[in-house]
């Protein structure tokens, strides 16, 4: 019985790791589709935002769960959209999408009190989770790095005045920071290349 507990501690390594690998290989193609088709991006971060936030309020309404947990999901979401409101010029140092941080750990903090204090069923827990804590933050770290590889249109909100278009695209280029550049990195960094073999 020994040995077969060990096997399934080694299971369990091993579907665990296989686990990690497609969550990164599915949030690096989500990653591509979002800088590839940034206009639709945009709007269904936006209309996931606001389906979202109804939902929430369709919570309040007919549900029994503690208000202060619902209205932080709201005011969550509220600071998401706040967040993307310039998207794909996702500022990660603005007031705004470190609040949503924060709001983001306090929201999920409330959440697992709540559920582990209180029976209820797993699939209802997975749902709120899933629903209400998880799917806008995701769409969100996929979308940061949207704006890596978006051609200059417009002007950043606070861009100076004597920067040209085209300055001001190579000042912000610089600084790739997001969930792609980070997988690609990671990639080129520490994951073996296939090299071309020379026959001699």
Not at 7 to 31: D, N, P
Request: charged content about 15%.
């Amino acid at each position: 019985m020994v040995y077969f507990y060990l096997l399934s501690w080694l299971s369990v390594i091993i579907q665990s790791v296989l686990i990690t690998l497609s969550i990164g290989a599915g949030l690096f193609y989500l990653a591509e589709i979002v800088e590839e088709y940034a206009s639709v991006a945009r709007k269904v971060i936006f209309y996931s935002i606001g389906i979202d936030t109804l939902l929430a309020f369709g919570l309040l309404i007919f549900e029994d769960l503690p208000s202060k947990l619902i209205l932080t999901c709201i005011v969550c979401n509220l600071f998401y959209y706040l967040s993307v409101r310039n998207f794909p010029n996702i500022k990660l140092s603005s007031p705004e999408f470190i609040l949503s941080l924060v709001l983001f750990f306090v929201h999920n903090y409330w959440a697992f009190d709540h559920f582990s204090s209180n029976y209820y069923e797993f699939h209802i827990v997975l749902c709120y989770m899933t629903i209400f804590c998880w799917i806008i933050p995701i769409g969100l770290l996929v979308s940061c790095s949207a704006n890596d590889n978006v051609l200059p249109t417009t002007f950043s909100s606070d861009s100076n005045e004597n920067d040209s278009l085209v300055s001001n695209y190579f000042k912000t280029k610089s600084k790739k920071i997001g969930l792609l550049s980070f997988l690609r990195y990671f990639n080129k960094t520490y994951l073996p290349t296939i090299q071309s073999r020379k026959s001699y």
